[in-house]
């Protein structure tokens, strides 16, 4: 039997977050139900953050409550705070995740913070998903390259991804947030890494600016990962991310996997119809 690797879809959370124009709900909704009959097994769904920060992810609790629940998918949200973490256990979501930096500038930039004050501000929200058996998952951002401090020293990776492993996130989603990453950078950042935390308790997290997400995936695979975050139709961006364009389309993730023989449970067919389907939820000028 062949080796699985997990596709953790972004589209509707990762994808959406920096479209411009609001994308109605019952569209969020139906590209979630759509996703949920193509045999994801994971689905990050939306973000319970500051609609202040991010409109577009203003009618969390809606989407949340308007899906279909498919019984063997994981639903996943972002939660930067306790506050997002008790609206996201109001809806039940499956698993929540909490996502810091591996840069100072961009944390700041994104949830208005240094590092090690996230590092605290994520404490409590840990201690309650536990109490209530509710898996974290956590994002380092900015892994190789941060829009305003530059290069990240991968050591950097290292601790902070330790620290966020050590307080008990079940896996560690590793950024790149920009899309500014290379084989070799990547490389670098995951040997550093791998020394902190096993393989199978990390994630490739591409965006794909300069094109070269599909190679990153490849010296991942190599580094032994098997689990990838990737948007239906490269949709996405970050809205405190200059420059970073959409996610790592999930059928060339798909694609990728079958060539090299892996196993993901996705049907290629219902996928590129979503992912035409996504397209279609684009403002122009995104
Ligand atoms: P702040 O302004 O420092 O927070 O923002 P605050 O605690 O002072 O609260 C300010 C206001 O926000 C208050 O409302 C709070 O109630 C409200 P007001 O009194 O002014 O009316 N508030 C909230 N409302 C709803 N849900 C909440 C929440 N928390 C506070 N959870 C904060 C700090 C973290 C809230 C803000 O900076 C924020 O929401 N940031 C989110 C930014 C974001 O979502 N970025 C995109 C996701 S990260 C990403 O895309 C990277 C990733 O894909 C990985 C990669 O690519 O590297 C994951
Ligand atoms: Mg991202």
Same mark, same amino acid.
């Given at each position: 039997?062949?080796?699985?690797?997990?596709?953790?879809?972004?589209?509707?959370? @990762? &994808?959406?977050?920096?479209?411009?124009?609001?994308?109605?709900? %019952?569209?969020?909704?139906?590209?979630v139900d759509r996703l949920s009959a193509c045999g994801f097994r994971k689905i990050e769904v939306t973000s319970f953050v500051s609609p202040k920060w991010v409109p577009q992810?203003?009618?969390?609790?809606?989407?949340?409550?308007?899906?279909?629940?498919?019984?063997?998918?994981t639903y996943a949200v972002l939660t930067p705070n306790v506050k997002g973490y008790t609206a996201a256990k109001k809806v039940s979501a499956d698993e929540v995740a909490i996502f810091g930096s591996?840069?100072?500038g961009f944390s700041r930039k994104n949830i208005n913070c240094s590092v090690a004050e996230s590092i605290e501000r994520f404490k409590p929200l840990l201690e309650k998903a536990h109490e209530d058996g509710i898996p974290v998952r956590g994002y380092v951002s900015c892994v190789t390259d941060c829009p305003y @401090? &530059?290069?990240?020293?991968?050591?950097?990776?290292?601790?902070? %991804?330790?620290?966020?492993?050590?307080?008990?996130?079940?896996?560690?989603?590793?950024?790149?947030?920009i899309g500014?990453?290379?084989?070799?950078t990547i490389g670098r950042m995951l040997d550093a890494v791998l020394t902190a935390i096993p393989a199978d308790k990390l994630a490739g997290h591409?965006?794909?600016?300069?094109?070269?997400?599909?190679e990153n995936i490849e010296v991942s695979l190599e580094k032994g990962l098997r689990t990838f975050d990737s948007a239906v139709g490269g949709l996405g961006g970050?809205?405190?991310?200059?420059?970073?364009?959409?996610?790592?389309?999930t059928?060339?993730?798909?694609?990728?996997?079958?060539?090299?023989?892996?196993?993901?449970?996705?049907?290629?067919?219902?996928?590129?119809e979503i992912a035409d389907f996504a397209r279609t939820l684009r403002s122009v000028d995104a």
């Amino acid at each position: 039997m062949s080796e699985f690797v997990t596709l953790f879809e972004m589209g509707p959370r @990762d &994808g959406l977050q920096n479209e411009k124009t609001f994308v109605p709900t %019952a569209q969020k909704i139906d590209l979630v139900d759509r996703l949920s009959a193509c045999g994801f097994r994971k689905i990050e769904v939306t973000s319970f953050v500051s609609p202040k920060w991010v409109p577009q992810m203003a009618d969390a609790q809606e989407v949340m409550e308007g899906i279909y629940r498919h019984p063997s998918v994981t639903y996943a949200v972002l939660t930067p705070n306790v506050k997002g973490y008790t609206a996201a256990k109001k809806v039940s979501a499956d698993e929540v995740a909490i996502f810091g930096s591996a840069s100072e500038g961009f944390s700041r930039k994104n949830i208005n913070c240094s590092v090690a004050e996230s590092i605290e501000r994520f404490k409590p929200l840990l201690e309650k998903a536990h109490e209530d058996g509710i898996p974290v998952r956590g994002y380092v951002s900015c892994v190789t390259d941060c829009p305003y @401090d &530059g290069a990240t020293p991968p050591e950097k990776v290292a601790e902070v %991804a330790k620290t966020l492993f050590d307080l008990g996130c079940y896996e560690i989603s590793l950024g790149d947030t920009i899309g500014a990453g290379t084989p070799e950078t990547i490389g670098r950042m995951l040997d550093a890494v791998l020394t902190a935390i096993p393989a199978d308790k990390l994630a490739g997290h591409f965006h794909d600016t300069k094109g070269r997400a599909i190679e990153n995936i490849e010296v991942s695979l190599e580094k032994g990962l098997r689990t990838f975050d990737s948007a239906v139709g490269g949709l996405g961006g970050c809205p405190y991310a200059p420059g970073a364009k959409g996610n790592v389309a999930t059928e060339a993730v798909l694609d990728l996997m079958t060539r090299k023989g892996f196993e993901t449970g996705i049907d290629r067919a219902k996928l590129a119809e979503i992912a035409d389907f996504a397209r279609t939820l684009r403002s122009v000028d995104a």
